[in-house]
């Protein structure tokens, strides 16, 4: 099989797997708190990771870490996976899953205003068309296309859904700068993220065994949201021979995501939640054309 293949392959299915995720998170609230549900799914994730550290020959680099390295782990742990989870599966509590989707993948808007705002990037009226276009897309989700009146279905279920994209944008911007192995370093911020999570439940959650349905829902989600997938993702990055050829493919995860979620969890999709993803996605697209080099 060319490598191209394998690449394709390797990015098609994590796109699938990601696409699954949201209705996993919808389904499995229904069976406990979003607490209790970012702690069973941490502790798979932990296993799967330090499974795939073994497998790569990575457990030196994890025990030899510094005190800086931990102490930066520690920081990171706690944006990603503890805050950035905290806020999303709460909003996933709150709102429909057609609306907690699409507002959470305004992720790249949020990290344009965020290299703005921490690292002094100039902006490019590219850039602006496209803050525009897909915080148009948010507005139609959030008033169910009642756009002109404002009025809000859900005013504090759309805010933790943008606030969790702000999180995660945060994140991505303080992980960019660790030159540390990605895999050493996702392993160490989940520990500490299951840290901070354990100490949440401990004092706000009800820790219990869920049901067989919660358990399987955690394993869904602790695998294919946190884990396993983002080393496939990486793979794919690997070896397709340009970033482009592979990354494209991710456009159609919130498509897809819809289509599951209208099929497993049951949800009529709204024409409005279409329309304001589409303006979303399209936001994005033109950030991405920004984002090239002058010339390129």
Request: net charge positive.
């Amino acid at each position: 099989m060319e490598r191209q293949t394998k690449a394709y392959l390797c990015a098609a299915a994590t796109v699938l797997l990601w696409s699954t995720v949201a209705s996993a998170f919808k389904l499995t609230l229904g069976h406990m708190g979003f607490l209790e549900m970012l702690l069973g799914a941490s502790v798979v994730s932990l296993a799967a990771l330090f499974v795939i550290v073994l497998a790569q020959g990575k457990l030196a680099a994890i025990t030899h870490a510094s005190r800086k390295d931990l102490a930066r782990s520690a920081a990171l742990g706690f944006l990603n996976p503890f805050l950035y989870y905290v806020i999303l599966f709460k909003a996933y509590s709150v709102l429909p899953a057609q609306e907690a989707q699409p507002l959470n993948w305004t992720w790249p808007i949020m990290l344009v205003l965020l290299s703005i705002a921490i690292l002094k990037q100039p902006i490019r009226w590219v850039s602006v068309l496209a803050i525009v276009i897909s915080f148009s897309g948010v507005l139609v989700i959030s008033t169910h296309g009642d756009v002109l009146a404002l009025r809000f279905t859900n005013l504090p279920g759309a805010l933790l859904a943008l606030g969790s994209s702000v999180i995660w944008a945060l994140f991505w911007i303080y992980n960019v700068k660790d030159p540390r192995d990605e895999i050493v370093k996702l392993f160490l911020n989940f520990v500490f993220g299951w840290i901070f999570t354990l100490s949440a439940v401990l004092l706000f959650g009800d820790l219990r065994v869920p049901p067989m349905a919660g358990l399987l829902g955690i394993l869904w989600i602790g695998l294919f949201e946190m884990g396993i997938t983002f080393v496939t993702w990486l793979k794919a990055l690997q070896l397709s021979r340009t970033t482009a050829q592979v990354s494209n493919l991710v456009y159609a995860a919130p498509f897809l995501s819809l289509f599951l979620i209208h099929c497993i969890v049951g949800e009529e999709i709204l024409p409005s939640t279409v329309v304001g993803l589409v303006l979303i996605v399209a936001g994005v697209i033109v950030q991405q054309y920004a984002s090239r080099p002058q010339g390129a």
